[in-house]
C-alpha cells in the first residue's frame, strides 16, 4: 500500500493516504506469483503423466486377468484330457473395449512328464502387433494343468 503524506492546506497539515496499489507493488505481486507458478507446473504435469499412467496399467492389468481367466475356464485342472498341444496353440488377440492387444508366451514349453504344468505369460501391448518390450504395459504369469503332450 501507498505511504501516508503530509499535504499542508490552509496552514494546517492533513495526513493523506493513497488509497490504491503503486505501479511496483503490481509487478513485485505478480513476479511472485509467476514464481510460485513456476514452482508447482512440474508437479501438476507429474501427476496428470502418472494418472494416465495409472490408467492405462489398471485397464492393462483389467485385460490380462480376463484372458488368464478365460484359458483357466477352456482348460481346468480337473480335466483329464487336456494337453500340452491344445494350450501351446492358443492364441492372443485385441480386446474390442481398450483396444489393448494380449499375446502369449510359453516360455518352459512342454512338461518333461505328465501330468505337468505349462507355464502361460499373458502379455498386454498397446496396439496391434507391437513386439517391441518396451511396449508391454504388463505381464501375467499363470499355470496351466496337463495331461499329455
Request: aromatic fraction near 2%; glycine fraction near 8%; include cysteine.
Amino acid at each position: 500500500m501507498g505511504m501516508p503524506h503530509i499535504r499542508q492546506q490552509g496552514g494546517r497539515d492533513e495526513r493523506v493516504l493513497d488509497g490504491g496499489f503503486s505501479l511496483v507493488e503490481i509487478v513485485v505481486a505478480m513476479l511472485l506469483l509467476t514464481v510460485i507458478a513456476l514452482a508447482i507446473a512440474p508437479l501438476l504435469i507429474t501427476a496428470t503423466a502418472s494418472s494416465v499412467q495409472n490408467r492405462d496399467s489398471s485397464a492393462a492389468n483389467s485385460v490380462a486377468n480376463a484372458r488368464v481367466a478365460e484359458l483357466k475356464a477352456r482348460f481346468p485342472d480337473s480335466s483329464t484330457t487336456t494337453s500340452c498341444a491344445s494350450v501351446l496353440a492358443s492364441s492372443g488377440g485385441t480386446d474390442a473395449s481398450t483396444g489393448l492387444t494380449t499375446t502369449l508366451d510359453f516360455p518352459g514349453g512342454c512338461p518333461a512328464d505328465y501330468p505337468g504344468t505349462v507355464t502361460v505369460e499373458v502379455i498386454v501391448t498397446e496396439g496391434a502387433g507391437a513386439e517391441d518390450s518396451l511396449d508391454d504395459i504388463v505381464t501375467v504369469s499363470t499355470e496351466l494343468l496337463v495331461s499329455a503332450s
